[in-house]
């Protein structure tokens, strides 16, 4: 049998086993039993950006790159959706402005979710709480 047809024979059966195995598990559906999509269920996600700041007492403005992972879980109950989600950010955003140089490396939060469906839209708030890391450097101490 030349190597080409070894090749597709192999990737015809693992095909055809990767079907049959997946066949037992289970499957989630994101669609309610009316047929309209269903916003129940968890999710995670990433981010990257650029954040940038400006600090009153003093002439610093942070600036750098930031990102981090978000994630959370919703309950839809008819067009109402509530859930909870939290997220950690990593940042590189620092100044110096002698003697001092501040950076924030990293922050996160935590929130609720409350909101309403209009057909595949959803419009909602959230409301929590932050924490985070401010360091601030002077003559090579920090503090």
């Known amino acids: 049998m030349p190597w080409i047809a070894r090749v597709a024979a192999l990737a015809v059966l693992a095909a055809t086993v990767g079907s049959a195995s997946a066949a037992d598990f289970s499957q989630p559906s994101y669609y309610a039993a009316t047929g309209a999509m269903s916003w129940t269920g968890p999710y995670l996600g990433g981010n990257l950006g650029y954040q940038w700041g400006r600090v009153s007492n003093n002439p610093t403005d942070p ?42 490396p990293w922050f996160g939060t935590m929130r609720g979710r409350a909101g309403f469906t209009v057909n595949n839209l959803l419009i909602y708030g959230t409301a929590g709480f932050a924490v985070g890391e401010l360091t601030a450097e002077t003559i090579g101490l920090q503090s």
Request: hydrophobic share 40%; net charge negative.
């Open 63 to 104: 600036a750098g790159l930031v990102g981090g992972l978000q994630g959370g879980y919703l309950w839809q109950q008819g067009r109402f959706v509530l859930g909870g989600e939290a997220d950690l950010q990593l940042s590189d955003a620092s100044d110096t402005q002698l003697p001092w140089k501040l950076s924030n």
